[in-house]
């Protein structure tokens, strides 16, 4: 009776010891890697109902973040504009568009919306779970800028996601917010370089109290 | 006298040990190794029948498992004050039941209860299958199954690490530990007998299957010596690990602060249950087993009856850590802790209460009687009784003590829905299938354990019928008598020195053990005497012995018998294979001495 | 030399416990240095009868157990109050007791992984093709036979000698085995 197994079989457990280890480190990194926001998340980029394009409103025009994000100093959510606010400039756009015209489709849903008294349905692009409680007036309040978390929105023709915003990148921040306060007036400038600043929050006298961030898990998990 | 009866009778005692032997009909080894493997080979007939309603059980399993995942954890019964509903009840229960395995495989291995055998290799699967079962529980109860990694300290972009505080933790710790210590030592204790599947296997396919998974062990006995050794340190591990296992299962009750919950009596108290729920279920699959597969012999009733007075006794001490908690309850002057356990007696729940009261603590104490304890069928319903007993301790423990909690407003009474049912009896599915699978391929029986702890294992047997222990005769009568008595003089020891304790006792055998210049061949003429003699030493062996050698001598014997084991080889060795001038008073002198 | 290039060596097969335990003091006894016994399940004793020495697997289990318990804390510690320093229920970050079973668990499991791993690689297994599988025989050592290999590369082997010595230790059977 011959042996079951040929004799190069016994090379297969040094083989196998060999990379047991490296799977075993891949999977580590996989959960690590492409478990994560930063993979999953970052330049996420939903087309929208209707092409606006802060590029062209917030960057170009200069308009300030707070025209149509108007309640994000005073609550925990940034406010959608309602087609209202669209109109208080494009009334006359949407009347005189010519059906046909180049600006037609673009401004077609806009105009729906006008007529029907019905929102826009725009799609959500910075989503938190339901389990991470955030609020935006403490932010802005701190001197939290715009940017710092939703990147130059003023460069992009269609808003995607800039930061993870990821347990570990919100604690980063938490833990040394100075390097992303600003003077409390400058909250909303996109331009503002905190590097080039050189701003010490401590040290400015507009501020009534230290920014202490909470670290604990029911800061934000209430 | 010139006949050397094989112990048949279960107080027939081991020529060499002086104890009832535990393997009963005095099998040659290969007639062991064809009774635990030739099942296996066989197409089981029975063993669909059993088989496929287990699979039918199974499948509910993906069933509830799937509309759970879809609806989240809102199909269950889990209300507000009842947080901890049936899977947490399940997963203890589970894990309690996965206790009696390593129990078996690694305390009575350390206390070298040799009984351990028969029924070690079942207990251990059972064991793990049983932990897999327990830990479906908790990994589903996480809600967000597709984040139960998190459980684990693995690295993440969240940059947050597991609670190391939380007795939660140390649970998925403990368990998983658990889990593959059980599995490794399991698979150790299995890779000679995976060696004996292969090379008795017939076909290509379970040639190569049961060749890889016994990764080439072939018996060399300087591979022996270390296996035994990581053997015998898995035991010593795995014993401090049981014990720690179902302490931290207690911990996620005893660490939190509520009335019911929050006793130091926990751990140990669920130890005693674990490993009471745990031989409960081994003896619930035992009793069937041995009678379908023929291993009586095996699994004798010596075995059953064991287990039986272990039962008896975690049995009492689970009681007795009940009516201890009765006793606090009221001795602290809690009025919490007194309203709770009245409220378990005898509110909403003592319907649970009191069928958890007679299971556990009435059933065992029929046990008493040996007429009970050596009647597999009054066992095998006592297991049952036992099972479902401590079912429903978990039942008592996690719904009595949280459905009336610190907020009067929020108490609730709690009833399981239809997804709370069908997930546990798909566990049992997986459970039983697992099992039947593990019935099918793998021996059930630790064929070379059994072997080494029979008589003639002992290299110092001797049998005087020369039963040959083999399938055929493949050595010539001649050959035999001409191989088996080289030299009646003891071999020359390499170590000269011959142990003091021996020396004293029989200044002669000293002498004879000096070692002789090349013993001759030729004196092989002289063997039948030699035989004799030997035959009447362990004749004269069984006389005192067999009363002296009855029930309690087999339970404390243990200790001496460790210490005295060298000693006694020497002795043993010249009592059988010296051809003393026929001294039987030495042979008798010695004879008591081993016991 | 009576050794030919394709032999693995000489196998004897003996029928009891017994018989095998005496051959092996006369193998060791004769100065053999590259041979074993093969046994279906082991036979207690028979290490002293082969002169072998004590197992290293302690040593393994021991080293490996100690680091395991040491990572299990140091892993604790670093995570709770290094990396992420976190105050729960008003603990201290490094609140020891509380990591005891995370210490115990963590040693116990490399403890096992040295008795497993370190006893398989003392062993050289897997090692799923061996010359000794070549014989038909031996297929019996896993179930009630026993056997004793002197392998061909002992300084001491010589096929005629060998096997002669072999019968006389009482040997049902000796046979050559290729490699």
Not at chain 2, 98 to 117: D, E, N, P, Y
Not at chain 2, 240 to 254: E, G, N, W
Not at chain 2, 537 to 561: G, I, K, N, R
Request: aromatic share 14%; glycine share 6%; charged share 20%.
């Amino acid at each position: 009776m011959p042996a079951i197994f040929p004799r190069w079989t016994n090379t297969l457990p040094v083989v196998l010891g060999l990379i047991a280890p490296i799977l075993g480190a891949g999977a580590i990194f996989t959960v690590w890697y492409w478990f994560s926001p930063q993979y999953t998340d970052v330049g996420y980029q939903p087309a929208q109902p209707v092409p606006y394009s802060h590029k062209l409103h917030a960057g170009e025009m200069g308009m300030d973040c707070r025209y149509c994000h108007n309640t994000v100093e005073y609550a925990a959510v940034a406010a959608i504009p309602p087609t209202q606010t669209c109109m208080n400039c494009h009334d006359g756009l949407v009347r005189t568009t010519n059906p046909g015209g180049p600006y037609e489709g673009r401004i077609a849903n806009l105009k729906k919306s006008w007529e029907t008294g019905e929102a826009v349905e725009w799609v959500r692009v910075h989503m938190l779970p339901d389990y991470a409680y955030f609020n935006h007036s403490p932010h802005v309040a701190a001197g939290v800028g715009c940017a710092s978390c939703h990147g130059r929105v003023d460069q992009m023709v269609v808003v995607s996601q800039d930061q993870p915003l990821s347990m570990g990148w919100c604690l980063d921040c938490h833990r040394n917010p100075k390097p992303n306060l600003r003077p409390l007036d400058q909250v909303t400038n996109m331009n503002w370089d905190t590097d080039a600043e050189n701003y010490d929050p401590d040290r400015d006298p507009e501020r009534k109290r230290k920014v202490n961030p909470p670290v604990h898990c029911s800061g934000c998990h209430r | 006298m010139s006949h050397y009866i094989p112990p048949t009778h279960e107080t027939d005692p081991d020529p060499l040990q002086g104890r009832s032997a535990l393997i009963k009909g005095d099998p040659s080894f290969a007639e062991i190794t064809e009774a635990v493997a030739r099942p296996i080979e066989m197409p089981h007939k029975r063993w669909i029948l059993f088989f496929l309603p287990a699979l039918a059980l199974l499948s509910l399993l993906p069933i509830s498992l799937g509309w759970l995942f879809w609806e989240g954890i809102g199909v269950w019964g889990n209300n507000v004050p009842i947080g901890w509903g049936w899977p947490i009840i399940n997963f203890v229960f589970w894990v309690g039941i996965g206790h009696a395995g390593t129990l078996i495989s690694a305390v009575l291995f350390l206390f070298r209860q040799k009984w351990r055998t028969s029924i070690n290799r079942g207990a251990e699967a059972m064991t793990i299958f049983a932990v897999i079962c327990a830990l479906i529980f908790p990994g589903v109860h996480v809600g967000r199954v597709w984040a139960a990694y998190w459980l684990g300290p693995v690295p993440n972009q969240m940059e947050m690490w597991v609670n190391f505080r939380s007795p939660l933790l140390w649970d998925v710790f403990a368990v998983s530990t658990y889990f593959t210590v059980s599995s490794l030592f399991w698979y150790v204790g299995l890779i000679p007998d995976l060696a004996t599947m292969r090379d008795r296997s017939k076909t290509t396919i379970r040639r190569m299957a049961y060749g890889f998974l016994a990764m080439g062990w072939r018996g060399s006995h300087r591979h022996w010596v270390n296996y035994e050794s990581a053997y015998l340190l898995l035991a010593a591990m795995a014993t401090p690990l049981v014990l720690s296992v179902h302490s931290i299962v207690s911990f996620d009750f005893a660490v939190s602060n509520l009335p019911g919950w929050h006793t130091t009596i926990f751990p140990p108290y669920f130890v005693a249950g674990a490993i009471f729920s745990g031989f409960g279920m081994v003896l619930t699959l035992m009793i069937p087993l041995r009678v379908w597969f023929k291993l009586e012999h095996i699994i004798t009733i010596k075995h059953l009856e064991n287990m039986a007075k272990i039962i008896l006794l975690t049995g009492s001490i689970v009681g007795y850590a009940y009516s201890l908690e009765f006793f606090i309850a009221w001795y602290s002057g809690n009025e919490y802790e007194a309203f709770l356990f009245q409220n378990r007696a005898f509110g909403p729940y003592a319907w649970g209460y009191w069928i958890m009261m007679s299971c556990n603590v009435i059933t065992p104490q029929f046990i008493w009687f040996k007429k009970v304890r050596t009647n597999p069928k009054a066992l095998f319903v006592l297991s049952i009784f036992v099972n479902i007993g401590m079912w429903f301790e978990r039942f008592v423990i996690v719904v009595s003590s949280l459905h009336h909690d610190f907020l009067p407003s929020s108490w609730d009474y709690f009833s399981p829905t239809i997804w709370d049912v069908t997930l546990f009896l798909g566990s049992f599915g997986l459970f039983f299938t697992l099992f039947l699978l593990f019935l099918r391929y793998l021996p059930l029986i630790a064929i070379a354990e059994v072997k080494s702890v029979m008589p003639r294992a002992n290299p110092h047997f001797v049998d005087p019928d020369k039963k040959p222990a083999s399938r055929d005769h493949h050595a010539s009568h001649g050959e035999v008598s001409a191989k088996s008595e080289p030299e009646p003089e003891p071999e020359p020891e390499p170590e000269p020195e011959p142990e003091p304790e021996a020396s004293k006792d029989e200044p002669e055998a000293k002498e004879e053990a000096e070692p002789e210049p090349e013993p001759e061949p030729e004196a092989s003429k002289d063997e039948p005497e030699a035989k004799e003699d030997a035959k009447d030493a362990s004749e004269s062996d069984d006389t005192p012995e067999a009363e002296a050698s009855s029930e309690d001598h087999a339970e404390d014997a243990d200790a001496d018998e460790d210490a005295d084991e060298d000693e006694k080889e020497e002795e043993a060795e010249k009592l059988l294979f010296s051809p003393p001038p026929s001294d039987k008073t030495d042979a008798k002198k010695d004879g008591k001495d081993n016991g | 030399m009576g050794k030919r290039p394709k032999s693995f060596g000489l196998l004897a097969e003996y029928e009891t416990p017994g018989d095998l335990y005496h051959a092996c003091e006369q193998v060791r006894d004769a100065g053999y240095a590259a041979w074993d016994a093969y046994t279906p399940f082991p036979v207690h004793g028979l290490e002293k009868a082969m002169g072998l020495r004590a197992s290293l697997v302690p040593w393994i289990v021991c080293v490996m157990g100690f680091t395991g318990a040491a990572l299990g804390f140091l892993m604790q510690y670093w995570m709770a109050a290094v990396d992420y320093p976190l105050i729960i229920a008003a603990k201290p970050l490094n609140s020891y007791p509380a990591f005891v079973p995370i210490t115990f668990e963590p040693g116990i499991l490399f403890g096992a992984f040295g008795a497993v791993f370190g006893m398989l690689g003392l062993n050289k297994l897997p090692q799923l093709y061996h010359s000794l599988f070549n014989s038909k025989n031996f297929a019996r050592v896993t179930d009630d036979r026993f056997f004793i290999a002197i392998e061909a590369r002992d300084p001491r082997y010589h096929t005629e000698d060998t096997t002669k010595f072999l019968e006389e230790t009482g040997a049902l059977s000796v046979e050559e085995v290729e490699d």
